[in-house]
């Protein structure tokens, strides 16, 4: 029997039905292979190690013949793939667990692997977007919200612009053909920002309509 961990959602990635006039325009998830790399440093990790091991065999050149020296490096080398075996894993589950949605109107984020949530930015609470695009057309399109909006980074990351820890921008990560999909937000987020919002108001003689 087929399991699936999200099937409580009435649509993927959303956690209710969208409202009478709103549609999806665009659902992606991560590439977990460069969210492991530009997420999780496993270069930087990797490199770490290997230095490791680099200066134990210099040092252990000095008393041992160097083959043997060069047998002391083996567990660094050795750990090292293994803790980014461990990364590339997270990246993995954390992808997996992802996803990322533009409608109409908002941009919704369903992310976490052991803890779920979802967030929701509706266009209005976002100031500007910022594309880091890559030469192979993966990209992170990240949000800068406006007003008392905040987000934990801890709680969305890496979902979230590296290292903007006092004013969290969460950020759709390593997502394929970025930058296709930074248009579409633009031209939604253009589109509705310049609808009007209609308000019902009380006055004394009853009620009116007013318009922003």
Not at 39 to 66: E, I, K
Not at 105 to 118: E, N, Q, S, Y
Request: aromatic fraction near 10%; charge should be neutral.
């Amino acid at each position: 029997m087929s399991h699936d961990d999200f099937n409580f959602e009435p649509i993927r990635g959303l956690p209710e039905a969208l409202p009478e006039g709103e549609h999806i325009l665009w659902q992606g998830a991560p590439d977990w292979r460069r969210l492991a790399r530009e997420a999780m440093a496993v270069r930087w990790v990797f490199a770490y190690f290997a230095l490791l091991a680099f200066w134990r065999v210099g040092v252990s050149s000095a008393d041992f013949p160097f083959g043997i020296a060069l047998m002391h490096g083996v567990p660094f080398i050795l750990s090292g793939l293994v803790a980014c075996g461990i990364l590339y894993g997270i990246a993995y589950v954390q992808a997996r667990s992802t996803v990322y949605t533009l409608t109409n109107k908002r941009v919704a984020m369903r992310i976490g692997a052991a803890l779920t949530m979802t967030l929701n930015l509706p266009y209005t609470w976002i100031g500007t977007a910022k594309l880091d695009l890559k030469p192979s057309g993966h990209g992170t399109l990240a949000f800068e919200l406006i007003g008392e909006t905040r987000i934990s980074y801890l709680m969305s990351w890496p979902h979230v612009r590296p290292w903007r820890m006092a004013r969290t921008q969460p950020a759709l990560r390593c997502i394929p053909d970025a930058e296709r999909v930074a248009r579409l937000f633009a031209d939604a987020a253009e589109t509705r920002i310049a609808q009007p919002r209609v308000e019902r108001v009380e006055t004394e003689g009853g009620s009116a309509v007013a318009a922003e």
